[in-house]
C-alpha cells in the first residue's frame, strides 16, 4: 500500500487520486507569478494545520520576513505562530546565502533534515540552488546527493523550478531524472487579466488525472477546480481554445 501525504490544497488531492506520495520528491514549475512559490507555502502550512505535520521551507530567493508578509497576505494567518512554536521551521535566503559553498549550507540543514520531527520540506527555488555550482557535472552530484538525503530522512518534498516560458518546457533535464513527479503551473493573458491552470504531468507510483484544470489564487491559496479544463498542450503557436 503505498502511503499518501496530502496537500490540503483544494482540487489537487483529488487529481492526484488523494495526494503526493510519501518521502518523494516533485518539481513544480511555472514562469514568473504563476504561483509556485504560494503552492510551497500553502504545502507547509497546511501540513501543520490540518495534518498535525511539520515542515521546512529553504528560499534561496526570499527573507523571513517577506516569506511571513507572502503567507499572512493570502490567508495564512498562523503562520508566524507556527515558526515561532518550531512547527515550521524557515531558512531564508541571508541563511543559505551566507556560506559560498553549498557543502557548508548543507552542514547547517543537517540537523534539523535528519530530525525525525519534520515530514514536509519546500525548496524554492531549484534555480538558486543552482548558483551554488560553477559546472554540470557539479550541479548533477550535489543536487543527486540532496535528494537522496530528503529521501533517507523520509522527507515528502516540493521543489519549484523557474521556467521563461508561457507553456510548459517538457524537454527532460537532470531535475526531471531526480524528482518523482511534475507539476505545471501555467498562465495565459487574457483581456481581463490571466487565465491560470494546474497539469500534473508525472507523479511516479501513481494512478494521476493528467488532464490540464483550470486554478484560481485567492484569500486562502490555491484552488484547483476538478472539471478539466478545454486547454490542451498545443503546438508552438497555436492559442487555447
Do not use: C
Not at 110 to 128: G, I, K, P
Not at 199 to 220: C, F, H, L
Amino acid at each position: 500500500m503505498i502511503e499518501l501525504t496530502k496537500t490540503g490544497i483544494d482540487g489537487l488531492d483529488e487529481i492526484l487520486n488523494g495526494g503526493i506520495v510519501k518521502n518523494s520528491t516533485t518539481l513544480v514549475s511555472g514562469n514568473p507569478g504563476a504561483g509556485k512559490s504560494i503552492l510551497g507555502l500553502q504545502f507547509i502550512y497546511n501540513g501543520v494545520d490540518q495534518f498535525d505535520e511539520k515542515g521546512i521551507y529553504l528560499s534561496f530567493e526570499e527573507n523571513e520576513k517577506d516569506l511571513r508578509e507572502a503567507a499572512e497576505s493570502i490567508g495564512f494567518d498562523k503562520w508566524p505562530d507556527y515558526v515561532e512554536s518550531g512547527d515550521i521551521k524557515v531558512y531564508d535566503k541571508q541563511v543559505l546565502l551566507r556560506e559560498n559553498d553549498f557543502s557548508s549550507s548543507l552542514e547547517l540543514l543537517l540537523d534539523d533534515l535528519e530530525d525525525d520531527e519534520y515530514d514536509r520540506l519546500v525548496l524554492d527555488s531549484l534555480a538558486m540552488f543552482e548558483l551554488f555550482f560553477e559546472t554540470e557535472r557539479e550541479k548533477r552530484t550535489y543536487l543527486l546527493k540532496f535528494t537522496d538525503i530528503l529521501r533517507e530522512n523520509e522527507l515528502t518534498t516540493l521543489m519549484t523550478n523557474e521556467q521563461g516560458a508561457v507553456f510548459p518546457d517538457t524537454e527532460i533535464g537532470l531535475e526531471n531524472y531526480l524528482t518523482d513527479g511534475n507539476i505545471y503551473l501555467i498562465q495565459t493573458p487574457t483581456d481581463s487579466g490571466v487565465n491560470r491552470y494546474l497539469w500534473v504531468a508525472k507523479m511516479r507510483k501513481q494512478n494521476i488525472e493528467t488532464d490540464i484544470y483550470p486554478m484560481e489564487i485567492d484569500w486562502g491559496g490555491i484552488n484547483v477546480h476538478e472539471n478539466a479544463s478545454a486547454f490542451s498542450m498545443m503546438g508552438e503557436g497555436d492559442s487555447p481554445i
